[in-house]
């Protein structure tokens, strides 16, 4: 029996290899009226054989570490969607992943569930830098920012 290899959608994810880092706006919202600003990094590794991608992130607000996420993302070419399967100090491990597409220069994730829906976009700027958006909604129909920042790449060393 001959190992998979990645596909061409596999490979696709690999524009988030590398450590990144923004400053981030959080938008005022009922668990964190006042919002604000903060400090995000990631960083992403290739994941085993190659078949998506493993995030470690970590945003500070205030100089302390306020919250922390590790994700891996990859492609089910059965369905025909890339998976986001996310963990963090907010929530823990949920039992569920979240689904996406690319459109264009964006890959556009959205999930709905016990807390109500959520959209979380990367936007590929010709520039190298990668914006990502998390925007929340009660009915996915009315849709409220939460979270955006603008991610630089560190360079290779």
């Known amino acids: 029996?001959?190992?998979?290899?990645?596909?061409?959608?596999h490979k696709k994810l690999e524009?988030?290899?590398?450590?990144?880092?923004?400053?981030?706006?959080?938008?005022?919202m009922p668990w964190d009226p006042?919002?604000?600003?903060?400090?995000g990094?990631?960083?992403v590794r290739a994941a085993p054989g190659g078949f998506g991608v493993v995030q470690e992130?970590?945003?500070k607000r205030g100089g302390q570490v306020s919250y922390v996420g590790h994700g891996v993302?990859?492609?089910?070419?059965?369905?025909k969607v890339y998976l986001w399967h996310w963990s963090d100090s907010?929530?823990?491990?949920?039992?569920?992943?979240?689904?996406?597409?690319?459109?264009?220069?964006?890959l556009v994730f959205q999930h709905a569930g016990p807390m109500g829906h959520s959209r979380y976009t990367y936007t590929f700027h010709k520039d190298g830098t990668v914006g990502f958006q998390i925007d929340?909604?009660?009915?996915?129909?009315?849709?409220a920012p939460f979270m955006e920042g603008r991610y630089t790449k560190k360079a290779a060393k």
């Open 15 to 28: 524009v988030l290899i590398g450590e990144w880092s923004s400053d981030e706006t959080m938008h005022p």
């Open 41 to 43: 990094r990631y960083k």
């Open 1 to 9: 029996m001959q190992m998979q290899k990645p596909s061409k959608f």
């Open 73 to 79: 993302l990859g492609y089910c070419a059965e369905e």
């Open 136 to 143: 929340s909604s009660q009915d996915g129909a009315q849709w």
């Open 34 to 39: 006042a919002g604000g600003t903060a400090k």
């Open 57 to 59: 992130y970590e945003q």
């Open 90 to 106: 907010m929530s823990g491990v949920p039992g569920t992943v979240t689904r996406g597409h690319w459109k264009g220069n964006k």
